[in-house]
């Protein structure tokens, strides 16, 4: 009767809506970003190497503060999180619209961090918490509809607003609507927590900074710096030794800031792998189609941004559909069809070259797309959904954060990978071309002529990327066949261990 009874409470749909506006300004504000890099660089005077610090400082932010989310989603009232998160953006968001030197603008981007890092993994717990596990899929496939829009419409708008306004706009555009966000949110947001006796365990949040710290850093780095740089290295190494003496010391604490022990769980387990695997795959299409239009094919950022358009809005529509389609066929064969299209259409990207159609791109981006929405929120809420309740914030705060480690590693490869490959074919075609041309050219025919070889190898080297990034799908693929329906674990159990580690 109890279940029943519990099952029929309406979910605070009010408070879902307006954690949702939040998370999707936060959300937008990141894709809105992208295009307009380069014109930071020409307006602060920055070269790519500092420039990349408003993606490399948001991920260290987010690998330093998503650890600790779930103790403070435990801690305090969703209230007092989401305003707190809120106010950093919006803090942050007006400081970077007003940036003149690159300094205030990377400080603005790192506040906009701190609160995007908070904000994610909240919603996703009043998600799991607010709807029984036959009726998640539905609730999730919307959740993932808002997050897909903003994708959607992000590069499309960021490239529209760079060719009629400054840079400064992206800022200026989204700082009144988080103002609204905000104050909605402190009128409208009522829910109270009983006091928790909890204490932030400085000690793990230490070698939790370091930890995912270092290891963010040294991948987001290695492919501007190469992985001879001891800057690279040097941080994995460190990154990675915090990280074993965190583990040890979380799964020894009583109380633990991140709990490790929700990969005891073989579902969560292996939908935390599949969806790592999957994020470092789709960096490929993220990171390189970019470089192939613009840097190429010469294609603008405006017309870039409409080339992902109809794969981004196909992904959205389609969000709330595979969640019903979870919740009748559950993940297995949303996930192994997901990710074979998703193998195919990557294979399809390695085999580009400079005379590809726009509208193949267009065509193949949203077949890719396509795949894509049956693989994440799927997958990820399979997982989520054998954990027992009260390891929710330790399992959103585990995936936020791996999906972190995972997105950087897999840029870090991808990047290196293609810059290296690139490298090695300018040395072989340019041996061959003057080879071929028996004698010395002459200086307007060699300007040509490097130009030629320069744009073949680069599209080489990004061909081969996406050939690597189809392997990784490939063994995503191969892991979604063990994916099977769960139940949820019992909460009695949970309760007995939490007694035995209190000592009551």
């Known amino acids: 009767m109890e279940q029943n009874a519990q099952k029929e409470v309406r979910p605070p749909y009010g408070v879902i ?40 400082g948001f991920m260290l ?40 030197v690159f300094a205030v603008l990377l400080s603005g981007r790192m506040l906009q961090a701190s609160g995007s890092a908070i904000l994610m993994p909240v919603l996703m717990n009043v998600m799991l918490v607010s709807f029984p596990v036959e009726k998640r899929g539905v609730a ?7 997050l897909m829009f903003a994708p959607a419409i992000g590069p499309t708008l960021s490239g529209w607003i760079i060719e009629h306004y400054d840079w400064r706009m ?37 070698m939790s900074s370091i930890a995912f710290g270092g290891i963010l850093y040294g991948f987001s780095s290695a492919g501007s710096k190469g992985w001879g740089s001891f800057q690279v290295y040097g941080t994995i190494i460190l990154g990675s030794i915090f990280l074993v003496l ?20 073989p579902m969560f387990a292996l939908s935390s792998a599949i969806s790592m695997v999957v994020n470092m795959a789709l960096f490929s299409g993220m990171l390189l189609l970019p470089i192939y239009t613009q ?33 009748k066929f559950g993940g297995r064969i949303l996930a192994v069809t997901g990710l074979a299209i998703l193998v195919i259409t990557s294979f399809e990207f390695s085999r580009l070259t400079l005379e590809t159609s726009y509208m193949h791109l267009i065509l193949i981006y949203s ?76 200086a307007a025919s060699m300007a040509e002529m490097k130009q030629q ?20 799908a490939a063994v995503a693929f191969i892991l979604a066949f063990f994916i099977k329906r769960v139940n949820q674990a019992s909460e009695p159990a949970v309760e007995n261990s939490m007694r035995k580690a209190s000592g009551e």
């Open 367 to 442: 077949i890719r797309s396509f795949g894509m929405s049956m693989v994440l929120m799927p997958v990820s809420t399979n997982g989520l959904n054998q954990l027992p309740a009260r390891l929710y914030p330790h399992g959103t705060a585990m995936n936020n954060t791996m999906n972190q480690v995972s997105g950087a590693i897999g840029t870090a490869l991808l990047v290196s990978l293609m810059t290296t490959r690139t490298s090695t074919h300018i040395e072989e075609m340019t041996k061959s071309a003057m080879a071929a041309a028996g004698t010395q050219p002459s």
């Open 453 to 472: 070889i320069v744009m073949k190898a680069t599209l080489e080297g990004i061909n081969e990327a996406f050939l690597v990034a189809t392997g990784i």
């Open 17 to 56: 809506a307006i954690l949702m506006v939040g998370a999707f300004i936060a959300f937008l504000n990141n894709t809105l970003l992208n295009i307009a890099l380069p014109s930071i660089m020409e307006d602060l005077k920055v070269g790519p190497s500092i420039v990349q610090w408003l993606t490399t």
């Open 140 to 146: 999730m496939g919307f959740f993932g509809l808002i």
């Open 295 to 327: 840097n190429l094919r010469g294609i603008t950022p405006m017309d870039a941004g409409l080339l992902m358009l109809p794969g981004a809005v196909l992904m959205a529509v389609m969000s709330p559909v595979t969640g019903r389609l979870f919740d």
């Open 246 to 265: 965190f583990i040890i010391r979380q799964l020894n604490e009583r109380l633990p800031m991140l709990n490790f022990k929700v990969y005891k769980y």
């Open 61 to 100: 932010v987010n690998g330093i503060l998503i650890p600790t989310t779930a103790f403070l989603i435990q801690k305090y009232s969703v209230r007092y999180l989401f305003l707190a998160a809120m106010l950093l953006f919006t803090i942050g968001t007006v400081l970077a619209g007003s940036a003149d």
């Open 170 to 206: 992206l800022f200026h555009f989204v700082t009144p609507i988080a103002i609204l966000v905000l104050l909605i949110g402190f009128l409208k947001l009522k829910d109270k927590k009983e006091k928790q006796d909890l204490k932030l365990d400085l000690i793990s949040l230490l």
